[in-house]
Each structure stands twice: as C-alpha cells, then as structure tokens.
C-alpha cells in the first residue's frame, strides 16, 4: 500500500461515524486532496465547543460560515457574532465560478448555491431585534464580576439588591441601580442603616465609578427592556434551523460592553436551558467572532465565570465556538474544554512567531503523515488543519483539510437588504418596543421627592415660628426699652418721687386721725 493509499485509508476510518456528521472538506497530502478522505464532525459532539484559528485573511470567517450553512441545513439553529459585518451575506445566494466548482468536485460534492434563514439583532445601533436584559437578571454576583467589585463593594451590591427586593423595586436599568446608592446615603440612609447595616461612602463612590465605567461603553443601552428570550434563538424556518446573526461592527472599540454581553448570555443560556444529556446533536450553537475581544478586557472574575460556563454548558446541548487568530488568545483553562480544532495559516516573521507556532502544534494529535508545525505556515487560504471528536470521544485523525466553499454570498448585504430583513422579521417589532415601566428609579425619585417637599414645609414652619416669636418679643422688648429709658430721665424720676411722697403723707394723715 503507497503513503497516499494508507493516509487515505487512515482519513476515511477516522471520520467514519454511526450517526449523522457535517461535512467540512477533504483530507490533503503533500499540499493535494486526496479523492474520497472527507472529512467530518459528528453532529453527537458538536456540543463539546470548539476552536477557528488563523492568521489574517487565511479564511477564518469563511470556516465559520460554511459550519453555519451546514447547521442551519441539518436543522440546528445557531448564533454569529458579526463584528466586521461579512456574516450577513448569509441571507444570499452565492456564486459559481472555476475555483469553486474544481473546489467542490475535489471534496466530492457538487456545489448547490443558496440562502440561509438569518434573523439580525443588535445590542447597540445597529439594525436588528434589540437584545436587552435587566440589572436584576444579572443578580448581585454577575453585576459585580462584571464591575469588577472587590469583596467588600461586592457585599454592598448583594445587600442594595437584597433591599430593593425586600421593598419591590425592581433593577431593571443602570440608572435605577446609581438613584438606589444616591438614595441609601443620603434620604434613606437612615431606613437602610437601621435595617442592613452601614455602608461606607467610600464603597459607594467606588461602585458608582465603575458603573459609569461601563456606561461609557454603551452598557446603559444593553440594560433594559424588555428582556430577550433566550429560546427565540432556537426557532426553525421549515426544516432549517434559523441563523441568528448579532451585528457588533459598531462596539469593536468597546471590549467590555462585548464581554459583558457575551457572559451574560451564556450565562442565561444555561440557567433557561434544561439538561439534555448525550443527544444526537445539539440545541443550539454560538460562534463568537474575534473572541479575543470577550477575554482582552475581562477581568479575573469574568474569566474564571467564562470558565465554569464553558466546563458546564455543553450539558445543556449548545456548544461554543471561539474564532481568533491565534489560539494563545484564549485563556488555557477555555482551550483544554474545545473539542474541535480548525486551524488555519500562522505566520512566522520572527522568533516569537516561531516559538508560538511549535507551541501551537503541540495542541494537536500527533500524526505519521505532517510535520505539523512546518504544514502550519505552508497552508493556503481555504485549507486549515481540522481535528474533532468522534462519538466516543476520541480525536479525529489530524488532517491538512481543504474547506467547502459557502453556499451563500461571501460578502456583506446591502442597505436595501438589510432593511428587507428587518421588515420581514417575526420578532423585531416585539424586541424594539421601547418599556420604560416604574421600577427602582421611579420609585425612589417619587420618595426623595416627597421627602424634600416634607422637609420644605418643615422649613417654612418653623420659619414661620421663628418669625412669629420674635415679633412677640420685639414687642416686649420695646415695652420694657420705653420703661427703661423713662426711668433714665431726671425729672420723671423727680415727679415719680413727689407723687409716691404725697401719697404716703395722705396715707400718714388719714392714719393719724
């Protein structure tokens, strides 16, 4: 048997699966496809995460796109992050030409070009189903993670929620959780020490400057409602799943609203999702774009809640896909959970270079039929080394693949079709709405409100009692002045005299007869 005929061999027994499996391409050697080693990922593994990485413009988002096309045709809905905007082109047909059809006939399928259900939503301006959450959704824990808070700013946080709970005061938006901390320091500082304690202002001046931290990053549109429902990212157009695409090409320079956003999800993602066991394919897939962007702000509170999640979320059925350019983006703890390795070009210009990309070969499986760090910075675009798991959890053979081309358009949409989109969409209209219902800052302006009215008054009583006890004591004041200076005067003193001296000699007299 030649090299060719055993690594073929070698390819097709490694991706030979019991159940169905999304077909990515075909195994290469020596820079050839070789005829009939495709190769594939069990759709039962999909949910054990995964990883696309590359050098820029080696064909990364492309890889992204052409597993979205796939999912949505066996039926599983999935979710893009689009930061450059590309993704969108999935609601178009594509279009033939030379390459792609010897492309095609080289993995052994013909190329048939389409569109995909898509579904746009946005976080920020963007043209889409708004996705919002509340403050009170977070809870205490996340909120402060994603504050940054230290222990004792995090105790605080839990006791504010705690008393807006115990007084209905819902945390719907950043404004109601800042007029919550301005109220428990200065008209209701008394109520809330009395009942939880003292709180330093120093905590609450901290607190305060994070949250204004995070507004500047567009947070303050992130927090409202009304909420989204995490199950509207699971619909079905027909048989096909539905592509949901988040567009972010307008917060590239604003990390922390992207990682903020993109725990919480996962993290209500996995509290709304039931437990689904070992199922023959997944609920749901993320695939998140530039993921460097979700760890490069985060703090070590956020990533160590992006690590539990990851660890425990497959259990749920979604699986979690990170596409960055170079896999040391993400942290080691998140890479050793990535069942599914895509790996395109790396580039070497210097010795750093070099050093990242034997470390990088050193994440794969060892094969008799690569030099795995030198085919790394020979691969072409369109062609990436492709591990998974099979459905009992083992890796796949490692194969220098060239990938599928997308069914759909390899470009952005137009104005014109986007707007289409959003026109015909079933949920945008519902998500758009804008709710501004009484919570923690309605109701706490209304209290500090009355209280300054309360404290007017009080002002203009005792004004007013001020005013009326000094005119009664004006009054005697000048009576007793009047007397006073009466007194000082020599003659009325002298007649005061003679009057007292005869009246007395009348007495005497009257006495004496």
């Not at 897939?285 to 703090?299: Q, R, Y």
Request: hydrophobic share 35%; glycine share 8%; charged share 30%.
């Amino acid at each position: 048997m030649s090299n060719k005929e055993a690594f073929a061999q070698h390819i097709i027994e490694g991706n030979t699966f019991k159940r169905d499996s999304l077909l990515l391409g075909v195994a290469m050697l020596d820079g050839e496809p070789v005829e009939g080693a495709q190769v594939k990922i069990p759709l039962k593994t999909l949910n054990r995460h995964g990883l696309i990485a590359g050098a820029t413009g080696t064909g990364k988002t492309k890889t992204l796109q052409v597993m979205a096309e796939r999912l949505s045709l066996k039926g599983i809905p999935c979710l893009l992050m689009d930061l450059k905007g590309d993704l969108s082109g999935l609601a178009q047909p594509g279009e033939n030409n030379d390459h792609i059809v010897w492309r095609q006939g080289a993995i052994g399928e013909e190329y048939e070009p389409g569109a995909m259900p898509i579904e746009l939503l946005s976080i920020s301006g963007e043209p889409g189903a708004r996705m919002r959450a509340t403050v009170s959704e977070f809870g205490p824990v996340l909120f402060s993670k994603i504050l940054d808070l230290n222990d004792t700013q995090s105790g605080v946080m839990a006791v504010v929620f705690k008393y807006c709970d115990d007084n209905n005061m819902p945390l719907v938006d950043l404004k109601d959780v800042k007029q919550t901390l301005k109220y428990v320091m200065e008209d209701g500082k008394k109520e809330f020490t009395s009942e939880y304690g003292f709180i330093s202002p120093a905590s609450i001046g901290a607190i305060s400057r994070k949250i204004v931290e995070i507004e500047q990053q567009g947070a303050d549109t992130f927090f409202g409602e009304r909420s989204f429902e995490v199950k509207d990212l699971c619909r079905k157009a027909g048989d096909r799943g539905m592509i949901s695409i988040l567009r972010l090409t307008d917060i590239q320079d604003r990390p922390k609203l992207f990682s903020t956003f993109m725990l919480s999800l996962l993290a209500e993602v996995y509290n709304t999702f039931p437990e689904q066991g070992d199922k023959d394919e997944p609920e749901l897939c993320i695939f998140i774009d530039e993921a460097h962007l979700v760890f490069k702000e985060a703090s070590d509170a956020l990533l160590e809640q992006i690590e539990a999640i990851i660890k425990l979320i497959r259990s749920k059925g979604v699986g979690v896909y990170f596409c960055t350019q170079d896999p040391t983006d993400i942290p080691d703890a998140v890479l050793g959970q990535l069942g599914l390795k895509v790996q395109h070009a790396l580039r070497a210009f210097t010795a750093k270079d070099r050093k990242a990309i034997k470390k990088t070969a050193e994440n794969y499986p060892v094969s008799d039929f690569y030099n795995t760090d030198e085919t790394l910075t020979s691969l072409g675009i369109g062609e990436a080394f492709i591990t998974a798991l099979n459905e009992k959890g083992i890796p796949t053979p490692l194969a220098a693949t060239l990938l599928c081309a997308p069914k759909t358009r390899m470009d952005v949409l137009t104005k014109t079709e986007i707007k289409d989109i959003v026109n015909s969409s079933d949920i945008i209209r519902y998500y758009n709405e804008e709710i501004d219902k009484e919570s923690a800052y309605e109701i706490l302006t209304e209290k500090m409100k009355k209280a300054a009215e309360k404290a007017k008054e009080e002002e203009v009583r005792e004004e007013e009692e001020r005013k009326s006890g000094g005119s009664s004591r004006r009054s005697s004041k000048k009576e007793k002045s009047f007397v006073e200076e009466m007194s000082k005067n020599t003659m009325v003193r002298q007649l005061g005299r003679t009057i007292v001296r005869e009246i007395t000699r009348g007495l005497l007299g009257i006495l004496k007869k």
